[in-house]
């Protein structure tokens, strides 16, 4: 087999679909599969969690690749469409769409009856980044409500910091977006991932999980094994190289790893030109043949070294796991001073993806 590989497991996907149920079990599944699923290939993993009851991706070109792929469910455009073009795209994909600004009001206004799209109306409660304002809430409902290309009506909002244990800021966003939009009796959205596991009340008709979906925890200090998740990829690779290095002496560009003591090391065939971040320092966890090691120096382009003195028995081909099974991405991302999203939709084209 060739390596890298990053191995996907339809089954743990399917596992986590189902603890998503669990946390919000009178809630609706729209799963967020953008940037190709967080890098874990969008069109299989679509067909893998073929139970969620919609999809969510950001851009159209994903959800054209979806229906390509043979994907019939609801699919959601998160930021909805820029152009008339997009919009006749969309409805003949038959895409429901997220209006987030008057601009994208005036464009459905303009569209004629020909199609009637299903929209999930955006309300900013303070991530200022897509949404109406709270002013101008009313009013574009109603306008949504009498406008010839417009179906279904669904009302949403995002959380900026749903995974800050008693973050104020969400407790405020929520708190707005329900009474805004009490009464109505429209279907509401409200939740990602950590909103949906920190925050009962935002178990709303729709729950709009990512992060979870693959397996990774949202909640810093909540590890997914405790979150009842697993996995759904494991990035694996092999040494190619195994070297002593004596008390004292560099390994790497710039040697800023200096081995403390005699040590073995490890080249790891995997490096920043498959995704594996430049940014990780020395002391992040790998697995080299099931047994706990560290990286040791810079990550290279191509390859990464591991301080294997403690393996026992390491020798080339023995096999890496930088993450997934046994390695937390949010553990290694805590040693490349990002969050687990990134490292994984960071996968890079030459790493094989294979389907478990
Ligand atoms: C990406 C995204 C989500 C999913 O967020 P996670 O933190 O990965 O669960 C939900 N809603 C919107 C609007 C998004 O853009």
């Not at 004629?112 to 991530?127: E, I, S, Y």
């Not at 990035?235 to 710039?254: F, K, P, W």
């Not at 020395?282 to 090691?293: D, E, F, I, R």
């Amino acid at each position: 087999m060739s390596f890298p590989t990053a191995t996907i497991d339809a089954s743990a996907l399917r596992h986590n679909l189902a603890a998503v149920r669990r946390f919000a079990p009178a809630s609706k599944v729209l799963a967020v599969i953008k940037a190709n699923a967080y890098g874990h290939g969008i069109v299989p993993v679509a067909h893998a969690l073929d139970s969620a009851d919609a999809f969510g991706v950001a851009r159209i070109g994903e959800g054209l690749a979806l229906r390509a792929g043979g994907i019939t469910r609801p699919i959601v455009l998160l930021e909805g469409v820029f152009s008339n073009d997009e919009l006749q795209q969309a409805a003949a994909a038959n895409f429901e769409l997220v209006v987030h600004s008057l601009a994208q009001v005036e464009q459905l206004e303009q569209a004629g009856a020909a199609h009637r799209f299903d929209v999930w109306l955006k309300l900013n409660t303070g991530m200022n980044r897509l949404g109406v304002t709270p002013a101008e809430f009313d009013e574009v409902r109603r306008r949504l409500q009498t406008c010839a290309a417009v179906g279904r009506i669904r009302l949403m909002t995002h959380l900026f910091g749903a995974e800050e244990a008693g973050g104020v800021g969400t407790r405020q966003q929520i708190g707005d977006f329900l009474a805004m939009t009490a009464g109505m009796s429209l279907d509401r959205s409200v939740a990602n991932s950590a909103g949906l596991i920190a925050w009962p009340e935002a178990r709303t008709e729709w729950v709009r999980p990512g992060l979870m979906l693959y397996g990774i925890s949202p909640i810093p200090g909540q590890s997914a094994d405790q979150l009842g998740l697993r996995p759904a990829m494991t990035l694996t690779t092999q040494l190619i190289a195994v070297r002593r290095v004596t008390r004292g002496e560099g390994v790497g560009y710039n040697a800023i790893w200096r081995a403390p003591k005699d040590s073995l090391i490890g080249i790891a065939a995997i490096g920043y030109g498959d995704g594996y971040a430049r940014n990780v320092r020395s002391g992040a966890p790998v697995l080299v043949n099931s047994h706990p090691a560290t990286v040791a120096g810079r990550v290279s382009m191509d390859m990464t070294a591991i301080d294997v003195t403690d393996v026992p028995d390491a020798k080339i081909g023995d096999s890496v796991v930088l993450w997934g099974e046994g390695v937390p991405a949010d553990r290694v991302a805590s040693y490349a001073d990002t969050i687990a999203y990134e490292l994984v939709c960071g996968i890079a084209q030459r790493v094989t993806r294979v389907w478990r």
